[in-house]
């Protein structure tokens, strides 16, 4: 039986952590240029990310009351000593690390009208230039002090960090290179080094570097979390996860190991694994909003999804009243997922109250609504929430889909036909574009030739698309290609559970092999798999279309009498798709034309 794509709710709007992971620079030192990095693999790319945060930001409580503490201390130590070179860099310094970066230059300029030699000074006035943005200023400076003083790591060091927020990776390799000459097995340089070589591609010696910085500094758990990451960006996952394992064994409550380690696990198949990791962490740090939905991630993929919307719904009830649209709009509308995995009608509710935080931020609301509308045959609804989508999202491939998805019932399908095309030619059509073309044009306009065409050209460049498999095999089977149809249907992974659709095309496979037995038995097992979804209409279909099915195998038999009384059940069946109640009573009208 032909679908309109396979039309599936989406999951998490952004799947936290799947691709991404941070990774902190494994030293403090506050004279060299540095900020966390997140690595990003997409596909067969690597990028680079500076987290917007600088280390300074990255401290706990504790660590906030000691550094105000300091800097009471080297404020009070000014007032004594005000002429003092000392004085002024070790204020600034404290002011530095508060983050108070203009007062801290104030301090270091003094310093070095005091003293224009002092390398210290000099350092942190370019570190502070760096941190505010200035990466030109900050460049001179390190420059000029690499210099003067050629053996000191720290200008190159931070040189390198510049040409990396720069984009020139070859650059600052050169410049690491030259730093682990003059200091060698510095492990704050192999850091950066092996992040510029994961970057260019070189993932070998990347892991080999941050390997034996480990061996080194076997207790020092951010080098074992780096080369976790690294791992991730090689693809070699198992790995991954001894390396993130090894980091957490030395600091248990170090949040994006647990992050890092918790996606690994995802990403491996090993969910259970994940939630036990992140209900241990949270039971440690109740507050951490942001583990909490990673968690309520790892119960979907376990299957608990009661316990992933129990999940979300604490971040709700927490989180409802600040002001941030954006990430409420995503909790809202994961509650709304759970609930409609669960054919809960709660899930209209919370998909309304997702979009009336978009705004237009994002499509994923709207669609969400739109597909639920439509699994319920609500199409005037899908409708209307469509169009207010493609006026805030005019280039949106899935509102486009959606869209033509919603002809069934009114015929005006020519527009979307074109609107399909347009996008199909560009070769960036996403698999939905051609299972939705091929269903308007083989259930819509019986072109079954162009429908063909349209979904083999799909199938090529999507094999393993579940709608696209089910539609094409469904048309070969109505053009007489079985052969070619068992072996589309075959193509699918077996231990993938098949949907509705699929059940219902195999159904219809052993129907025109002469297997009527079987035939009535699938079509009779997806309609069962419909009523249990909550789908009534679907079912209804479906049985209309078995009664269809089963009537021209018996034509195909000679069975004219079996024919008829097939016709005369869907007939009387209530409810399907008036193209179906078209082709019952064209079949009879050719049996009686026959007669």
Not at 38 to 47: F, G, K, P, Y
Not at 211 to 216: F, G, H
Not at 235 to 244: I, M, V, Y
Not at 534 to 545: E, H, I, P
């Amino acid at each position: 039986m032909i679908t309109a794509s396979g039309i599936r709710l989406e999951d998490f709007t952004q799947s936290l952590f799947d691709t991404q992971i941070l990774v902190e620079p494994p030293s403090s030192e506050i004279l060299v240029a540095a900020r966390p990095f997140i690595l990003n693999r997409v596909e067969d790319q690597t990028t680079l990310q500076f987290e917007n945060q600088a280390v300074h930001e990255f401290v706990s409580n504790a660590a906030e009351a000691v550094l105000e503490g300091i800097l009471v201390s080297g404020k009070r130590d000014l007032e004594r000593h005000p002429s003092s070179v000392r004085s002024h860099l070790n204020f600034g310094i404290s002011l530095l690390n508060q983050g108070q970066l203009d007062d801290a230059a104030k301090q270091f300029n003094l310093a070095l009208a005091k003293d224009p030699g002092s390398f210290v000074a000099g350092m942190a006035l370019a570190r502070v230039r760096v941190m505010q943005g200035d990466l030109e200023g900050g460049a001179q400076l390190y420059y000029a002090l690499a210099k003067e003083h050629p053996r000191e790591a720290s200008p190159p060091t931070s040189l390198a960090y510049i040409a990396m927020r720069r984009g020139d990776f070859e650059e600052a390799e050169k410049l690491l290179r030259r730093v682990l000459f003059i200091k060698r097995n510095s492990v704050f340089t192999e850091y950066h080094l092996a992040l510029v070589l994961l970057k260019m591609g070189r993932s070998d010696e990347a892991i080999r570097l941050l390997k034996s910085a480990t061996a080194r500094e076997v207790r020092w758990p951010a080098i074992h979390h780096a080369l976790g990451a690294a791992y991730v960006v090689k693809g070699d996952l198992k790995k991954a996860s001894r390396s993130f394992g090894a980091a957490l064994a030395l600091a248990p409550n170090m949040r994006e190991t647990v992050h890092a380690l918790s996606s690994v696990y995802l990403r491996m198949g090993e969910s259970h694994k994940a939630v036990g990791l992140l209900r241990s962490y949270l039971e440690k740090q109740s507050e951490d909003f942001e583990t909490r939905e990673i968690l309520a991630k790892a119960f979907l993929d376990t299957g608990h999804v009661r316990d992933a919307r129990i999940e979300l719904d604490k971040l709700w009830q927490s989180r409802r009243q600040e002001n941030n649209s954006v990430e409420l709009s995503r909790i809202v509308n994961n509650i709304g997922f759970c609930y409609a995995l669960e054919h809960n009608t709660e899930a209209e509710r919370y998909f309304k109250k997702a979009v009336s935080l978009t705004g237009g931020d994002s499509p994923i609301p709207y669609t969400n609504l739109a597909r639920w509308y439509f699994s319920r045959h609500q199409l005037e609804n899908a409708s209307n929430i469509l169009a207010i989508a493609k006026e805030r999202f005019p280039q949106n491939q899935d509102i486009r889909l959606l869209n033509s998805a919603t002809w069934q019932g009114h015929k005006e399908y020519d527009t979307d036909i074109e609107s399909l095309m347009q996008i199909i030619t560009t070769g960036e059509a996403i698999p939905g574009m051609y299972s939705v073309l091929g269903w308007i044009l083989a259930d819509g306009k019986r072109d079954f030739k162009s429908a063909e065409a349209i979904l083999k050209t799909g199938y090529e460049k999507y094999p393993q698309d579940e709608a696209i498999v089910n539609n094409y095999a469904y048309v070969l089977l109505m053009t007489g290609e079985i052969t070619r149809a068992r072996t589309v249907l075959t193509s699918f992974p077996k231990h993938t559970n098949p949907s509705v659709f699929l059940t219902a095309t195999w159904g219809l496979l052993y129907l025109c092999e002469g297997n009527l037995d079987q035939g009535k038995f699938n079509y009779q097992l997806a309609q069962q798999m419909a009523s249990h979804e909550g789908k009534t209409d679907l079912a209804r279909t479906v049985r209309q279309k078995m009664h269809l099915e089963l009537a021209r195998a018996y034509i195909r038999q000679g069975e004219r009498k079996l024919a008829l009384d097939e016709i005369e059940k869907g007939l009387q069946n209530r409810g399907g798709t008036p193209q179906y109640r078209e082709d019952l009573e064209l079949t009879r009208a050719q049996i009686a034309l026959q007669n």
